[in-house]
Every structure is written in C-alpha cells, then in structure tokens.
C-alpha cells in the first residue's frame, strides 16, 4: 500500500484512518467573516467542507474580513464625498440619519458582493 508520508494514521479495525486535525484561527472571525461562514455551510456545503478539511477555509474567511474592511472604509469615503452629512453640531439627529443611511447602503454593497455570491 503506497501512503503519503506527511500524514500518519490510525489502525481501526480492519481500516487504516488519517490522523487529521483542523487549524483554526487564533483569533476569532469577525461579523463579515461569520456571515460568509455560515453562507457557505447553509448554501455551499460541498464547497465549505472542501474548504474545512484542506484549512483554507478560516485563512479565505480571514483575508474576506479584511477585504471587508477596507472595503466599508473606502465607501464610506466615496459616498460622503457623494453626499456630504449635515452639520453634526447643528442637527445631531439629521446627521445620525444621513450616517446610518450610508451605513447601511454599504452593508449591502458588502453581503452583495462578498458574503452571498
């Protein structure tokens, strides 16, 4: 029998199993990279578990994290530029409006793009 010789296994019964263990991250995913994870595994199985088991699921989920990031920073940017946000000192409650609004134009700029497709 031919075994590769980075993996060692494990006699059961009458079947040789490999030892396999999961790397996970050291630090936990953050919100765009728990969404991902979870649409992955409710909509993409096959490919989730691919992923899982050769470990690149957690490093894909983690640069997504980032990519995110950048991302909500870089439009954020973009659209208040677009749309200046009234004067804070004058009209809190306007300028807490026109921010949650650009808020949430960018969330669905970032599932659309990089969590559900």
């Known amino acids: 029998m031919n075994m590769s010789s980075n993996l060692s296994y494990t006699q059961t019964g ?27 595994k409710d909509h993409r199985p096959v490919l989730y578990n691919t992923m899982l088991l050769n470990g690149s699921l957690y490093p894909t989920l983690t640069e997504l ?31 807490v409006q026109h921010m949650n609004s650009l808020q949430e134009q960018v969330e669905e700029v970032i599932r659309t793009e990089l969590i559900y497709s």
């Open 14 to 40: 009458d079947y040789l199993l490999p030892n396999l263990t999961l790397h996970q991250p050291k630090t936990p995913l953050g919100k765009y990279g728990r969404l991902r994870r979870t649409y992955l």
């Open 65 to 95: 994290e980032q990519t995110a990031a950048a991302m909500k920073k870089q439009l954020m940017a973009d659209l208040l530029a677009k749309n200046p946000a009234p004067d804070k000192e004058k009209n809190q409650m306007a300028w």
